[in-house]
């Protein structure tokens, strides 16, 4: 079991900045693993924000790139998003994501944190 506690949620003006952490602990495989941030504002389905390898390989939504930057520091299991020029429609609830690769071809189960709410008022 892998366990996520978020946090740096809170109340932020448009065009301010974030930074959000989750520590994982647990039994995160060696192998190679995925670290990373999802969200989900009221009415809508959950949607990547970034997500982060333990080699380094970044995936960005669309939405974020030039605006939000994954960082992780594996010695910590820990992974942040530092977001910046913040809008009203980042509002939502943000998520940590983790996954591990079992084996050559096939990874875990999504485990995912209890979440934390950035919200951007206009």
């Known amino acids: 079991q892998v366990q996520l506690v978020e946090s740096g949620g809170g109340l932020v003006q448009a065009g301010g900045s974030l930074r959000l952490s989750c520590v994982a602990s647990g039994s995160i495989g060696s192998f190679e693993d995925s670290m990373g941030w999802y969200r989900q504002a009221p009415g809508k389905q959950r949607e990547l924000v970034a997500t982060?390898?333990?080699?380094?390989?970044?995936n960005y939504a669309d939405s974020v790139k030039g605006r939000f930057t994954i960082s992780r520091d594996n010695a910590k299991n820990t992974v942040y998003v530092e977001m910046s020029s913040l809008k009203p429609e980042d509002t939502a609830v943000y998520y940590c994501n983790a996954r591990y690769r079992v084996s050559s071809s096939m990874w875990s189960p999504n485990y995912w944190g209890q979440g934390t709410q950035v919200t951007v008022s206009s």
């Open positions: 982060m390898t333990s080699g380094g390989s970044t």
